[in-house]
């Protein structure tokens, strides 16, 4: 059964930053390509960005390029969501997604998996 579970979410202040993470349990997860998403209250959900399999080819929507960063621990069987100079639109719910592909994972119907979110909300 696979698994993929976030933390790391919270509420935190304009400028400032945040970590998430994904474990994930029951895949090879070398063998996945991974994204996070975001979904706003009353918005579809989004890509944010999105890393291949070995870490070394990376997507990041334009609203948050420069600011996050994505990575992943093969051995750890885990992906973090670096995200710094956060602002209030960055509020949303933030879900990890997996697909078994050698390239990257950027558009929803792509997804195999997906975590159950977790909360971010930046205060102005």
């Known amino acids: 059964q696979v698994q993929l579970v976030e933390s790391g979410g919270g509420l935190v202040q304009a400028g400032g930053s945040l970590r998430l993470s994904c474990a994930a349990s029951?895949?090879?997860?070398?063998?996945?390509?991974m994204a996070w998403f975001r979904q706003a209250p009353g918005k579809e959900r989004e890509i944010v960005t999105a890393?291949?399999?070995?870490?070394?080819?990376?997507y990041y929507a334009g609203s948050v390029k420069g600011r996050f960063t994505i990575s992943r621990d093969n051995v750890k069987n885990t992906v973090y969501l670096q995200m710094n100079s956060l602002k209030p639109e960055d509020t949303a719910v933030y879900y990890c997604?997996?697909?078994?592909?050698?390239?990257?994972?950027?558009?929803?119907?792509?997804?195999?998996?997906w975590g159950q979110g977790t909360q971010v909300t930046v205060s102005s």
């Open positions: 890393i291949n399999w070995s870490g070394r080819s990376t």
């Open positions: 997604a997996a697909r078994a592909t050698t390239v990257l994972v950027t558009t929803i119907d792509d997804v195999n998996y």
């Open positions: 029951g895949l090879t997860f070398s063998s996945y390509a």
